[in-house]
Protein backbone atom coordinates (compact mmCIF):
# COMPACT_ATOMS: atom_id res chain seq x y z
CA UNK A 1 0.00 0.00 0.00
CA UNK A 2 1.16 3.12 -0.65
CA UNK A 3 0.76 6.26 1.30
CA UNK A 4 1.41 10.22 0.75
CA UNK A 5 4.14 11.66 2.62
CA UNK A 6 3.20 13.52 5.79
CA UNK A 7 2.59 17.42 5.50
CA UNK A 8 0.32 19.41 7.54
CA UNK A 9 -1.60 21.19 3.95
CA UNK A 10 -2.74 17.52 2.75
CA UNK A 11 -3.63 16.87 6.46
CA UNK A 12 -6.14 19.68 6.05
CA UNK A 13 -7.60 18.67 2.80
CA UNK A 14 -8.73 14.92 4.90
CA UNK A 15 -9.84 17.00 7.44
CA UNK A 16 -11.82 19.04 5.78
CA UNK A 17 -14.26 16.44 4.04
CA UNK A 18 -15.06 14.96 8.05
CA UNK A 19 -15.99 18.55 8.51
CA UNK A 20 -19.89 18.37 9.43
CA UNK A 21 -19.19 14.26 10.68
CA UNK A 22 -20.87 13.76 14.54
CA UNK A 23 -18.19 12.52 16.33
CA UNK A 24 -15.51 13.41 14.09
CA UNK A 25 -12.33 12.73 15.85
CA UNK A 26 -11.48 8.84 15.79
CA UNK A 27 -12.95 9.25 11.74
CA UNK A 28 -10.74 12.05 11.71
CA UNK A 29 -7.67 9.60 13.00
CA UNK A 30 -8.83 6.53 10.69
CA UNK A 31 -8.34 8.85 7.54
CA UNK A 32 -5.32 10.70 8.15
CA UNK A 33 -3.78 7.26 9.12
CA UNK A 34 -5.06 5.47 5.73
CA UNK A 35 -3.36 8.40 3.85
CA UNK A 36 -0.30 8.62 5.31
CA UNK A 37 0.31 4.84 6.88
CA UNK A 38 0.64 6.46 10.49
CA UNK A 39 -0.47 9.52 12.87
CA UNK A 40 1.62 12.00 12.83
CA UNK A 41 2.87 13.67 16.14
CA UNK A 42 1.41 16.74 14.56
CA UNK A 43 -1.90 15.49 13.28
CA UNK A 44 -2.93 15.19 17.74
CA UNK A 45 -3.39 19.11 17.72
CA UNK A 46 -4.00 19.54 14.09
CA UNK A 47 -7.30 17.37 14.67
CA UNK A 48 -8.09 18.89 18.11
CA UNK A 49 -7.92 22.27 16.52
CA UNK A 50 -10.14 21.53 13.69
CA UNK A 51 -12.78 19.83 15.27
CA UNK A 52 -12.63 22.29 18.60
CA UNK A 53 -11.28 19.19 21.09
CA UNK A 54 -9.14 19.23 23.15
CA UNK A 55 -5.47 17.75 23.05
CA UNK A 56 -6.08 15.03 25.58
CA UNK A 57 -9.16 14.26 23.97
CA UNK A 58 -7.76 13.30 20.90
CA UNK A 59 -4.83 11.83 22.31
CA UNK A 60 -7.40 9.44 24.35
CA UNK A 61 -8.89 8.14 21.31
CA UNK A 62 -5.70 7.97 19.87
CA UNK A 63 -4.07 5.31 22.30
CA UNK A 64 -7.14 3.71 22.99
CA UNK A 65 -7.68 2.14 19.57
CA UNK A 66 -5.03 -0.55 19.19
CA UNK A 67 -5.33 -0.50 15.36
CA UNK A 68 -4.41 3.33 15.37
CA UNK A 69 -0.93 3.64 15.02
CA UNK A 70 1.86 6.65 15.55
CA UNK A 71 5.07 5.16 13.84
CA UNK A 72 4.70 4.76 9.99
CA UNK A 73 3.80 1.21 8.90
CA UNK A 74 6.75 -1.28 7.85
CA UNK A 75 6.78 -3.05 4.55
CA UNK A 76 4.61 -6.11 6.34
CA UNK A 77 1.68 -5.61 8.47
CA UNK A 78 0.64 -8.83 9.92
CA UNK A 79 -2.27 -8.52 12.77
CA UNK A 80 -3.65 -11.84 14.52
CA UNK A 81 -7.54 -11.66 15.76
CA UNK A 82 -7.23 -12.52 19.57
CA UNK A 83 -10.39 -12.03 20.47
CA UNK A 84 -12.58 -15.14 21.77
CA UNK A 85 -13.63 -16.88 18.37
CA UNK A 86 -10.42 -16.72 17.23
CA UNK A 87 -8.47 -18.02 20.04
CA UNK A 88 -10.91 -20.62 20.32
CA UNK A 89 -9.68 -22.39 16.90
CA UNK A 90 -6.25 -21.53 17.66
CA UNK A 91 -5.09 -17.81 16.97
CA UNK A 92 -2.83 -17.42 19.74
CA UNK A 93 -0.69 -20.47 18.49
CA UNK A 94 -0.61 -19.01 14.97
CA UNK A 95 0.42 -15.84 16.05
CA UNK A 96 3.64 -17.65 17.91
CA UNK A 97 4.10 -19.55 14.59
CA UNK A 98 3.69 -16.49 12.49
CA UNK A 99 6.48 -14.48 14.85
CA UNK A 100 8.98 -17.54 14.89
CA UNK A 101 8.78 -18.23 10.77
CA UNK A 102 8.52 -14.77 9.90
CA UNK A 103 10.73 -12.68 12.36
CA UNK A 104 8.04 -10.12 11.80
CA UNK A 105 6.29 -7.62 14.46
CA UNK A 106 2.89 -9.36 14.57
CA UNK A 107 0.09 -7.14 16.48
CA UNK A 108 -2.84 -8.51 18.45
CA UNK A 109 -6.25 -7.73 16.34
CA UNK A 110 -9.83 -7.86 18.23
CA UNK A 111 -12.02 -9.17 16.18
CA UNK A 112 -11.70 -8.07 12.41
CA UNK A 113 -15.79 -9.86 11.65
CA UNK A 114 -14.87 -12.63 10.30
CA UNK A 115 -15.21 -14.98 13.00
CA UNK A 116 -16.88 -17.64 11.10
CA UNK A 117 -13.73 -18.04 9.52
CA UNK A 118 -11.29 -18.05 12.05
CA UNK A 119 -8.31 -17.79 13.22
CA UNK A 120 -7.88 -14.47 10.94
CA UNK A 121 -5.40 -12.59 10.32
CA UNK A 122 -5.11 -9.07 8.16
CA UNK A 123 -2.00 -8.79 6.38
CA UNK A 124 -1.19 -5.68 5.23
CA UNK A 125 -4.73 -4.55 5.29
CA UNK A 126 -6.11 -7.39 3.94
CA UNK A 127 -7.96 -10.17 5.84
CA UNK A 128 -7.23 -13.61 5.84
CA UNK A 129 -9.89 -16.24 6.94
CA UNK A 130 -9.16 -19.40 8.27
CA UNK A 131 -5.14 -18.50 8.48
CA UNK A 132 -2.33 -20.89 8.44
CA UNK A 133 1.44 -19.99 8.08
CA UNK A 134 0.97 -20.73 4.28
CA UNK A 135 -2.01 -17.99 3.67
CA UNK A 136 -0.16 -15.46 5.66
CA UNK A 137 3.30 -15.87 3.62
CA UNK A 138 0.94 -15.77 0.44
CA UNK A 139 -0.68 -12.77 1.21
CA UNK A 140 2.60 -11.18 2.49
CA UNK A 141 3.79 -11.19 -1.19
Not at 58 to 81: E, K, M, W
Request: charged share 20%; aromatic share 8%; hydrophobic share 45%.
Amino acid sequence: MKYSPWSKDAALVVLATLREEKGPVLMALQALQNEFGYVHAEAVGLVANFFNKSRADVHGVLTFYHDLRTTPATDNQISICVAEACQAVGSRQLEKDVKIKFGAEVHDGYCFGNCALGPCAMVNGAIVGRATLDKIAKART
